[in-house]
């Protein structure tokens, strides 16, 4: 197999290395420095959410769906004129858009907050939530035009800057966090100077990208003229955003129902999702990413089409099988690792072994649903260059709807666990009746005491949807290319992930018995597992030299 039939994917998948190894830096340098206060912790994780929610609405996954279909077609055919207007007038359409949403969320940034969230109880949480969502939403329509940025870069084949371009909006809140941090202001400055630095991110972010955009287009201007391709990006658009804001408010829900419960349970949960979302990007979009816009060259072959979705999903599922496998058994061990040591050092921050554990045993509990979010990232973008989008939207539609019906049940059942030091001990009875009870007001809104184990309950949710996505695209990309298609894999990784979990299991009680320090101990268990892993792949006789 060439190496240049993966040259994207693998451009994808550096830039996007890039970028979540400068985000994983961020949430480990908030969580030692934000981590111990759960009040600015979770303000900040839930301000957060409301530009996320916009900018993956409007932004990189709808325009994946909708304008990079159309305009890399038109790029392909060689009509840079017809392509130049399409480019335009959808920033044109964007940017109106998204300034309006900008407006609303700044004035209706108190009742977003009271509406998501139950803290209204809690003024010194409340109060700050609002002051943080009214900062973060102002970098929305900056955030919405990278990702019209990313769209146009990608259908010219250009990967890796949109991809490392957050690189730069992770180190403006490094930055900040540093100084807020050198200077010993109160955490809560601290949270407000970092949500400005998330705005003077997002502009450093467009403006990376605008030189090279301009190199490729530059005869694109703004423009509100209605054209055939126009009317082409619109009515994938619509179902787009549908099926994109069904994922969204999925998310948005997580955080809803995170601030139903114990104080707390929006940070650990912010802590935790950079580890889970991160090899679902880096994998599963990296190839997702990629494979789009060559598919819609393509046409609509099926033939062609499959040619290159067999080992589109061979790229994803090697990855996934030892990532998965180091998440469930080394969960701790790896959480203990990149927020632990570096917090007792500072000695600020999650540096007791209660929110650190309440961080890993959410990741497990993700790690469960792993498999099926990065390889749902490939399928569900081969049915949108199939012009397929209405089916994705549902299929979302029924994740969400698994995932908030499993988390609910979950989270209020699992929130009457507490984690007293590394012992979990109850405070009520476990299963509670009635399922819907929750822990008193008193306990869920108090700023200290021992955490609660209810955040696990959404990870469980999560990974209840995405096995659920996971098995009805899988359906639907067999009925539109007339017969199932998989990577052939599925019983080797299986085996060598059995490898890696038994040699996981066996350097981590060797590591207990001879009391060897984080992080040491979990980079001897994680490198234990890879090397059992890949041995296996080895000896199965697959060539690795494919996944590159």
């Given at each position: 197999m060439?190496?240049?039939?993966?040259k994207g994917?693998n451009?994808?998948?550096?830039g996007?290395?890039l970028s979540?190894i400068?985000?994983?830096?961020?949430?480990?340098?908030l969580g030692v420095?934000l981590?111990?206060?759960?009040?600015?912790s979770?303000?900040?994780?839930?301000?957060?959410?409301?530009?996320?929610?916009l900018?993956n609405l409007l932004?990189e996954?709808?325009?994946?769906a909708?304008?990079?279909?159309v305009?890399?077609?038109?790029v392909?055919e060689?009509?840079e004129?017809?392509?130049?207007?399409?480019?335009g007038?959808t920033?044109?359409l964007?940017?109106c858009v998204?300034s309006l949403?900008?407006?609303?969320g700044v004035l209706?940034?108190r009742?977003?907050?009271?509406?998501?969230t139950?803290?209204?109880?809690?003024?010194e949480?409340?109060e700050?939530a609002?002051?943080?969502?009214?900062?973060t939403?102002?970098?929305l329509?900056?955030?919405?035009?990278?990702?019209w940025?990313?769209?146009?870069?990608n259908?010219?084949?250009?990967?890796?800057?949109?991809y490392a371009?957050?690189?730069?909006?992770n180190?403006?809140?490094?930055?900040?966090?540093a100084?807020?941090?050198?200077l010993v202001?109160?955490?809560?400055?601290?949270?407000?100077?970092?949500?400005w630095?998330v705005v003077?991110?997002?502009i450093l972010?467009?403006?990376?990208?605008?030189?090279?955009v301009?190199g490729?287009?530059?005869?694109?201007?703004?423009?509100?003229l209605?054209?055939?391709?126009?009317g082409?990006v619109?009515?994938r658009f619509v179902?787009?955003?549908?099926?994109?804001?069904?994922v969204?408010?999925s998310?948005?829900?997580?955080t809803?129902?995170?601030g139903?419960?114990?104080?707390?349970?929006t940070?650990w949960?912010?802590?935790?999702l950079p580890?889970?979302?991160?090899?679902?990007s880096l994998?599963?979009f990296s190839?997702a990413?990629?494979?789009?816009?060559?598919?819609s060259?393509q046409g609509?072959?099926?033939?062609?089409?499959?040619g290159?979705?067999?080992?589109?999903l061979?790229?994803?599922?090697?990855?996934?099988g030892f990532?998965t496998?180091a998440?469930?058994?080394?969960?701790?061990l790896?959480?203990?690792?990149?927020?632990?040591w570096?917090?007792?050092?500072?000695n600020?921050?999650l540096?007791e072994p209660?929110?650190l554990?309440?961080v890993?045993?959410l990741?497990?509990a993700?790690s469960?649903?792993l498999?099926?979010?990065?390889?749902?990232r490939v399928s569900?973008?081969?049915l949108y260059s199939l012009g397929d989008?209405?089916?994705?939207a549902?299929?979302?539609?029924?994740?969400?709807?698994?995932?908030?019906t499993v988390g609910?049940?979950?989270m209020?059942?699992l929130?009457?666990?507490?984690?007293?030091?590394?012992?979990?001990?109850?405070?009520?009875?476990?299963?509670h009746?009635?399922?819907?009870e929750?822990?008193?007001?008193?306990q869920?809104l108090?700023?200290?005491g021992?955490?609660?184990?209810g955040?696990?309950g959404?990870?469980?949710?999560?990974?209840?949807?995405?096995?659920a996505e996971w098995?009805?695209l899988r359906?639907?990309v067999a009925?539109?290319l007339?017969?199932?298609v998989?990577?052939?894999?599925?019983?080797?990784?299986?085996?060598?992930?059995?490898?890696?979990a038994?040699?996981?299991l066996a350097?981590?009680w060797l590591?207990?018995?001879?009391?060897?320090?984080a992080?040491i101990?979990?980079l001897?268990?994680?490198?234990a597992?890879?090397?059992a892993y890949?041995?296996?792949?080895i000896?199965?006789?697959v060539?690795?030299?494919?996944?590159r």
């Amino acid at each position: 197999m060439s190496e240049s039939r993966f040259k994207g994917s693998n451009l994808v998948a550096a830039g996007i290395l890039l970028s979540r190894i400068a985000g994983i830096l961020r949430t480990i340098v908030l969580g030692v420095v934000l981590g111990g206060n759960k009040v600015a912790s979770d303000a900040f994780f839930f301000a957060m959410r409301v530009p996320n929610l916009l900018q993956n609405l409007l932004g990189e996954g709808s325009l994946s769906a909708s304008f990079i279909p159309v305009y890399a077609r038109l790029v392909e055919e060689g009509d840079e004129e017809r392509a130049s207007r399409l480019a335009g007038a959808t920033l044109a359409l964007l940017t109106c858009v998204t300034s309006l949403l900008v407006l609303a969320g700044v004035l209706l940034a108190r009742p977003l907050v009271w509406l998501f969230t139950n803290w209204e109880g809690n003024p010194e949480i409340y109060e700050l939530a609002i002051s943080l969502t009214r900062v973060t939403t102002v970098g929305l329509g900056f955030m919405v035009i990278s990702a019209w940025c990313l769209g146009v870069l990608n259908s010219h084949r250009s990967f890796f800057l949109s991809y490392a371009s957050p690189v730069v909006w992770n180190i403006a809140q490094i930055a900040a966090l540093a100084v807020g941090a050198l200077l010993v202001w109160p955490e809560h400055d601290i949270a407000l100077v970092l949500a400005w630095s998330v705005v003077a991110g997002s502009i450093l972010q467009v403006l990376i990208q605008v030189p090279k955009v301009s190199g490729f287009a530059p005869s694109v201007r703004p423009n509100l003229l209605r054209t055939p391709e126009l009317g082409d990006v619109m009515r994938r658009f619509v179902p787009a955003v549908s099926g994109r804001g069904i994922v969204q408010v999925s998310s948005f829900a997580d955080t809803f129902l995170a601030g139903a419960i114990t104080l707390g349970a929006t940070g650990w949960y912010g802590f935790a999702l950079p580890l889970y979302i991160t090899p679902i990007s880096l994998f599963g979009f990296s190839v997702a990413a990629s494979e789009l816009a060559e598919m819609s060259r393509q046409g609509q072959g099926a033939e062609a089409i499959i040619g290159r979705l067999r080992p589109a999903l061979r790229r994803v599922i090697i990855p996934a099988g030892f990532i998965t496998v180091a998440y469930l058994v080394a969960s701790p061990l790896i959480v203990d690792a990149l927020y632990g040591w570096l917090s007792r050092l500072a000695n600020r921050g999650l540096s007791e072994p209660g929110p650190l554990l309440a961080v890993a045993y959410l990741l497990t509990a993700f790690s469960l649903g792993l498999p099926a979010a990065m390889t749902s990232r490939v399928s569900q973008n081969t049915l949108y260059s199939l012009g397929d989008v209405r089916g994705p939207a549902r299929i979302s539609a029924v994740r969400l709807a698994v995932s908030i019906t499993v988390g609910a049940i979950a989270m209020l059942q699992l929130d009457w666990l507490t984690i007293a030091d590394s012992t979990i001990a109850t405070v009520g009875d476990v299963p509670h009746f009635p399922p819907w009870e929750r822990v008193p007001a008193a306990q869920r809104l108090a700023t200290d005491g021992p955490p609660h184990l209810g955040v696990v309950g959404l990870g469980l949710g999560a990974s209840a949807g995405a096995w659920a996505e996971w098995l009805l695209l899988r359906r639907r990309v067999a009925a539109k290319l007339g017969r199932p298609v998989s990577s052939g894999l599925a019983r080797t990784v299986l085996t060598a992930a059995a490898a890696a979990a038994l040699a996981m299991l066996a350097i981590r009680w060797l590591a207990g018995i001879a009391s060897i320090p984080a992080p040491i101990d979990a980079l001897l268990v994680v490198g234990a597992g890879f090397a059992a892993y890949l041995a296996v792949l080895i000896q199965r006789g697959v060539e690795l030299s494919e996944f590159r």
